[in-house]
């Protein structure tokens, strides 16, 4: 009955979060987001990291973007089949997860990203923790990373809401611009929310 309950909740979230999306033309970049939780996904608490990741981007990007979100539990094998199906499957351009990324045995979000990417982003994590450091001391204990897998960006993110805020706020400048080096989807941020740097070359013609 919870599980019922939950799963019923998170689609009424997720029709909240689509209707937020800006433009009514959702066919073109899709965004995967995952929350990994051995509780969120039993149906033991609602699921507060997922929609946070999600109307966070509906308020930064301005381009058309399609949600494909996960709540799965804290094993590796099934995050690294998530990140895989959503990239190689789904086609998404950005990947974001939400929690699994501490110290405790159960946390193993950083070691099934550092499995399937190409290559590892270590300038997302460092600006992250930085960051998260001027909230709370505890954020030294995060493993968060960030990587490439073919032309999608995967960015690991605490599980508490307002940290996802606050670390989004930080590298997103950035996102854009990287996906667009590895040939990914064009994505288009608000300015009055969050500024993307491109070089005056890479900017699509308004």
Same mark, same amino acid.
Request: hydrophobic share 40%.
């Given at each position: ?8 909740? %998170? ?21 995967? %987001? ?137 590298? %997103? ?23 993307? %740097? ?9």
């Amino acid at each position: 009955m919870a599980k019922a309950m939950h799963s019923a909740h %998170f689609i009424l979230n997720s029709a909240k979060i689509t209707a937020m999306i800006k433009g009514s033309d959702m066919s073109n970049a899709k965004i995967g %987001f995952i929350t990994v939780s051995d509780r969120a996904s039993r149906g033991e608490y609602e699921d507060l990291g997922g929609p946070a990741m999600q109307a966070w981007i509906a308020k930064a990007l301005v381009s058309d973007w399609t949600p494909v979100a996960h709540v799965i539990e804290d094993d590796q094998a099934t995050i690294e089949k998530t990140l895989i199906d959503l990239i190689d499957n789904e086609g998404c351009c950005l990947v974001v997860t939400t929690g699994g990324t501490g110290p405790s045995k159960r946390d193993v979000t950083p070691e099934a990203t550092l499995a399937v990417c190409d290559k590892v982003l270590d300038g997302f994590a460092e600006q992250m923790r930085a960051v998260s450091l001027q909230y709370v001391p505890t954020a030294i204990l995060s493993r968060q990373i960030a990587g490439t897998r073919g032309s999608a960006l995967i960015i690991n993110l605490p599980g508490k809401p307002s940290a996802i805020g606050e670390c989004l706020e930080a590298v %997103f400048p950035a996102v854009p611009y990287c996906i667009d080096l590895i040939e990914g989807d064009y994505l288009e941020t608000d300015e009055q929310f969050v500024k993307a %740097f491109r070089p005056k070359h890479a900017k699509k013609p308004s």
